[in-house]
């Protein structure tokens, strides 16, 4: 093992398999964080059952902290973030931004994703209007144990509605990819509020349905034929309000028909954004990012999770849209990837 | 106004009063047409639930809308207006003045089941249809279709009998179906059966046309049957919101 340690940076799904599995083979890591706690977004937005085992965020993604926490080889830095990165692969010289200096022979960035604001499609109320929400905001009253209730006035909703594509699929605000988890995501939250809410009706308004490979079954088909949530082919133009209810308007494309129905809550299928630190960072790191603004993968074949500059290796949304399990597989590539680059012995055979 | 594209619009949906002055103004005739609005404004979930509540509706909520029903329909083929997909849709969101446009020709289904095999979420669109015609009947927006008249009559002999008997359940579906009872293929099999067919056969047709031969000891098992029947017909009512309880 290289006797210098390698630099993870970020503490969400990516980074903490990432370092747990460098640790695992006795390496020596570091593990920064810019928030004060681990976790990443699961945590820090306190998501509730994560797609597809079901098991709640805090669980999951928390027995993953711990073990990271626990780990002797792993040094965990919170609320510190990298703020130059000189030097190559095998000797990379690491300012810390509370001052100090370290040298790693590589380095593996996990610094994950920005959730979409909403505020940046004022046309579909949110900000406006109390009762129009995003998904991470649903995540958080069902994680809470409060329960999903309107905003504007502590009701049980009787009649909500889901819209995807918030962030995505949009070239009108410059946001052209699939951010790929909001529609199991959806589904995931409509069955969670029929179990919660036998009476109450959700509607999930779509371009596409994108539950891809085994979610289709589990989400997508589960959610229509067991819990009887209804899919509506319409991309919503307006979100309005006549005082109480909040009116979606749009058309029903099936029947060719404009709709106008009351809502007593919208929901927000929001997207994946390019971390919005992500300028500064390919400054920082002096790696690419890729057309939308994630960062590049350079090998998709070859060196696992390597970037534009070599011995530094990225995982996890970072990279783009990725979905929890995706990323913990991600981050224990790039682990491995930078585990080779950082022993020249493995390396030269 | 005038319209231009009038054919564009459907005509019940264009409005015009003959007589109409607002604010002082005299907008009578043309002046003051205008078109129904044609928004979808609400969501009826009672309707699906209605339909579901039949025997043949029940998976109607798995529909996708692939349209693979209405691709394989035998009637779409021959009629484009029959479209199962757009009629379980209609239903699915509540659009039931949509529905009730095409009453006429749902019944139309002729139950080759291809629609059946063809759906990938095995919706089993031919029950859907024969629960829309089914609930379009009890709801009273069509007159019960030959085939129901035939139905009840075959299932009122068995139910009491225990047995059919060819004879009178077609002269009492002919009767019910206000049909005359001297038709002309009629006419030609019974005769074609008189020359053809042996003479105890014929025999044993007439006696029992006549008679209405009993199953034996069959008054326990018509109760049970009658029973049951008239518990299903009540759940049915009951879904539909008919015989509110008084």
């Not at chain 1, 703020?83 to 300012?95: L, N, P, R």
């Not at chain 1, 309107?150 to 009108?172: E, F």
């Not at chain 1, 630190?277 to 590049?296: A, C, K, Q, W, Y």
Request: glycine share 8%.
């Amino acid at each position: 093992m290289s006797n210098k340690p390698i630099l993870v940076v970020g503490g969400g799904p990516a980074g903490l398999a990432a370092a747990h599995s460098l640790a695992a083979v006795g390496q020596k890591t570091v593990l920064v964080e810019k928030e004060d706690r681990l976790g990443g977004a699961p945590i820090l937005s306190g998501y509730a059952k994560l797609v597809p085992s079901g098991e709640w965020a805090k669980d999951a993604i928390g027995s993953m902290v711990t073990r990271v926490e626990k780990h002797k080889l792993i040094t965990v830095k919170t609320g510190v973030s990298v703020s130059e990165c000189k030097g190559k692969a095998g000797d990379f010289k690491v300012k810390f931004s509370e001052g100090k200096g370290a040298s790693f022979s590589s380095v593996v960035m996990c610094t994950g994703f920005t959730h979409f604001d909403s505020i940046n499609k004022p046309e579909w109320g949110f900000g406006t209007y109390e009762d129009v929400v995003t998904t991470t905001q649903v995540e958080q009253m069902i994680s809470s144990g409060q329960g999903v209730r309107r905003p504007s006035n502590g009701d049980k909703p009787k009649r909500v509605a889901i819209l995807l594509c918030v962030g995505s699929r949009d070239r009108q605000i410059g946001r052209e990819w699939c951010s790929k988890i909001c529609c199991t995501v959806s589904a995931n939250l409509a069955m969670e509020i029929r179990e919660e809410l036998p009476d109450c009706h959700v509607y999930i308004y779509y371009m596409d349905i994108r539950t891809f490979g085994l979610l289709e079954t589990k989400y997508y088909w589960k959610s229509q034929e067991e819990y009887k949530v209804k899919y509506i082919k319409a991309r919503i133009a307006e979100v309005t309000s006549d005082g109480d209810k909040i009116i979606v308007k749009g058309e029903d494309t099936l029947v060719k028909r404009p709709i106008t129905i009351p809502f007593d809550l919208v929901v927000h299928a929001i997207g994946m954004d390019p971390n919005i630190d992500n300028m500064l960072l390919s400054s920082i790191f002096d790696v690419d990012l890729e057309t939308h603004g994630f960062i590049d993968r350079k090998d998709a074949y070859g060196e696992l999770g390597a970037t534009s500059r070599p011995g530094i290796y990225v995982a996890g949304s970072a990279t783009g849209p990725e979905t929890i399990d995706d990323s913990i597989a991600q981050g224990t590539a790039a682990a491995m990837s930078a585990l080779v680059s950082s022993n020249s012995k493995i390396a030269a055979e | 106004m005038a319209i231009h594209e009038k054919h564009l619009i459907r005509p019940e949906n264009i409005r015009t009063h003959d007589n109409l002055v607002i604010d002082g103004v005299d907008v009578s005739g043309h002046w003051s047409t205008f078109i129904e609005t044609r928004v979808v404004t609400d969501y009826n979930e009672a309707l699906e639930e209605e339909i579901a509540a039949l025997p043949g509706g029940e998976y109607i909520h798995r529909c996708w809308q692939c349209g693979s029903c209405t691709n394989a329909c035998t009637v779409n083929a021959v009629n484009p207006d029959f479209n199962p997909r757009y009629w379980i849709y209609l239903i699915r969101m509540g659009m039931e003045s949509e529905l009730l446009r095409d009453k006429d020709i749902i019944w139309q289904c002729v139950s080759c089941n291809k629609c059946t095999y063809a759906c990938p979420r095995d919706v089993v669109p031919e029950g859907v249809m024969k629960a829309t015609a089914h609930w379009l009947e009890m709801k009273g927006h069509t007159e019960p279709s030959n085939s129901t008249i035939f139905d009840e009559e075959f299932t009122r002999q068995v139910v009491k009998t225990g047995k059919i008997e060819d004879g009178r359940i077609l002269m009492n579906f002919l009767k019910n179906s206000k049909q005359p009872l001297v038709q002309d293929w009629l006419v030609q099999m019974v005769m074609q059966m008189v020359k053809h067919l042996p003479f105890k056969y014929l025999f044993g047709l007439g006696w029992a046309t006549l008679f209405a031969p009993k199953t034996k000891r069959w008054a326990k098992t018509r109760d049970a049957i009658e029973e049951h029947i008239a518990e299903e017909k009540a759940a049915e009512r009951a879904a539909l919101g008919l015989d509110p309880k008084t």
